[in-house]
């Protein structure tokens, strides 16, 4: 990448794994518009070098632009190690996320199909079932860490109900999903991820049922199964993490901002408020949509290399100064993508995590932060914007 007259040399890259950049990255965003514009070199790995988009306009140009911004990766990854610890997240799959043209169209279609057959009526229900099951597991203690002992492992039980899945094949799943996240034995997390997920199809090809892995499998597309297990890759990756992020983020924001934690209650604010305020600041996947120039491109002159990946900051987009008045307004937020990378799964997501919230602060109207609000961490990474821990407390039932 080369930049422009005036402005900080290709060779200074912004590390985005460091746990600096995962503590405060708005102010690095700050830092890297004043050094570099809307585009910016960092590196996603030791060793990954990338360009992270930080400008609105420019993301949605690249966003809604296949041709010369195609997402799929695979000659990038033939330079790239096994060992790389973002590769898993990167890599080319048989999915949408993952290739362009026909096959990106054709893998689209077919999970936009089984997604959008899922009841959300029947889905209401079962979050709230779910909502009530969770809460009960540690309502007793007065005490829990609401991203390990509620967010996460509710968002797994709802997307396994929803996917079909077993409890015990869908944990291998997700464990293997949170090592590809965090970059953590992300290898051996793939290959968790591969073998449980083929099981998954093996079962529903055998048994099929009302649920998104048995539509995907009927779908006109007449998907194999290697392109079935990366569909369920897609899914799991997108409904577990940033879901369980997406809530812990909200939550956060209800107990600490003053704006919202009284008004929230009296009603004078909804969640559903929260969450997009969140979406906007804070979104659970705040640098990702990853594509990959299969030739150089000048881009508001900055020369972006062929087979680099190019990625957006959802962050950093929604909060671009660029952008008229500032604020959300009436302008859509990035934290969905756009174009055709646009979630499917958003309505579905956009009721899981209002329910979700709703439902808890209505069990727990009392809950409070249990630890000073800096003493909170964030998992380092480049993609994720995620929580170690949520600790809160509230009066235990007393009693009969």
């Not at 990167?90 to 279609?109: C, D, I, K, V, W």
Request: glycine share 6%; aromatic share 6%; net charge negative.
């Amino acid at each position: 990448m080369t930049t422009a007259p005036g402005t900080a040399p290709p060779a200074s890259r912004i590390a985005l794994y460091e746990a600096e950049f995962a503590a405060d990255p708005h102010t690095a965003y700050a830092a890297m518009r004043l050094a570099y514009g809307p585009l910016v070199p960092v590196d996603l790995a030791p060793g990954v070098p990338a360009t992270l988009v930080i400008g609105y306009d420019q993301a949605r140009r690249i966003l809604n632009d296949e041709l010369r911004f195609p997402a799929d990766p695979r000659v990038w990854e033939q330079a790239v190690p096994d060992t790389c610890p973002v590769r898993p997240m990167m890599e080319y799959r048989p999915n949408a996320l993952r290739s362009a043209g026909p096959a990106h169209s054709r893998y689209r279609a077919a999970n936009a199909s089984a997604l959008d057959a899922v009841d959300q009526h029947r889905l209401h229900a079962l979050v709230q079932r779910v909502v009530v099951k969770t809460i009960a597991e540690f309502h007793s203690a007065g005490r829990a860490d609401l991203l390990a002992q509620f967010a996460w492992p509710l968002s797994f039980r709802i997307l396994s109900a929803l996917l079909g899945c077993p409890d015990e094949l869908g944990l291998r799943i997700a464990n293997g999903m949170a090592k590809i996240f965090d970059g953590v034995n992300a290898a051996a997390g793939n290959q968790m991820l591969a073998q449980a997920v083929s099981e998954l199809v093996a079962l529903r090809r055998s048994q099929p049922a009302e649920d998104i892995t048995s539509r995907l499998i009927a779908d006109p597309a007449r998907l194999d199964d290697t392109e079935m297990a990366h569909q369920l890759v897609t899914l799991y990756g997108a409904g577990i993490e940033p879901l369980t992020n997406l809530i812990t983020n909200t939550l956060l924001k209800i107990l600490t901002d003053e704006d919202f934690s009284a008004t929230v209650h009296s009603a004078g604010a909804s969640v559903r408020e929260v969450l997009d305020t969140v979406l906007y600041r804070d979104p659970p996947l705040a640098n990702y949509s990853i594509t990959y120039p299969p030739q150089p491109v000048h881009l508001d002159g900055i020369l972006l290399p062929a087979h680099q990946p190019v990625v957006i900051s959802m962050a950093a987009c929604n909060n671009d100064p660029a952008l008229e008045g500032g604020g959300s307004g009436d302008r859509a937020h990035l934290s969905w993508s756009t174009g055709p990378h646009a979630c499917p799964a958003r309505s579905l997501a956009y009721l899981i995590a209002e329910t979700t919230v709703t439902d808890l602060l209505d069990a727990l109207p009392e809950m409070d932060l249990d630890c000073p609000a800096d003493e909170l961490t964030w998992r380092p990474g480049p993609f994720h914007r995620a929580l170690t821990r949520l600790p809160v407390r509230f009066p235990a039932p007393t009693a009969a």
